[in-house]
């Protein structure tokens, strides 16, 4: 496994993205926080073998969360947090696309 694919963690599959991808030819994916947009842009290439225009990217920090546990007649609390994370929606030149459903029977 080289280096560039690490990047790309997966894709985000949701109605808004999928809208994105059949109507402007972009398409979501969840990538490494510490990785550029070169960076980004080198592994989509390489990984699905296509042309990229543009990269946008966005930073989300993780949220505190509290939890509840009932266990045996006594009430736990504890805090948690979610882990922050980067997405990436990158632009594809006229032409290419990416099958990020592994084709159709």
């Given at each position: ?36 947009k ?19 990217t ?48």
């Amino acid at each position: 496994m080289s280096i560039k694919s690490s990047i790309i963690l997966r894709p985000i599959l949701s109605e808004k993205g999928t809208m994105l991808s059949e109507a402007l030819n972009k398409y979501v994916f969840q990538v490494e926080k510490q990785c550029n947009k070169l960076e980004i842009k080198g592994a989509i290439e390489e990984k699905f073998n296509v042309k990229i225009k543009k990269v946008a990217t966005m930073n989300f920090k993780g949220k505190n969360k509290n939890m509840t546990i009932k266990s045996n007649g006594h009430v736990l609390r504890t805090r948690g947090n979610r882990s922050s994370w980067k997405k990436a929606i990158v632009t594809l030149e006229e032409g290419f696309s990416i099958d990020l459903l592994g084709g159709e029977a």
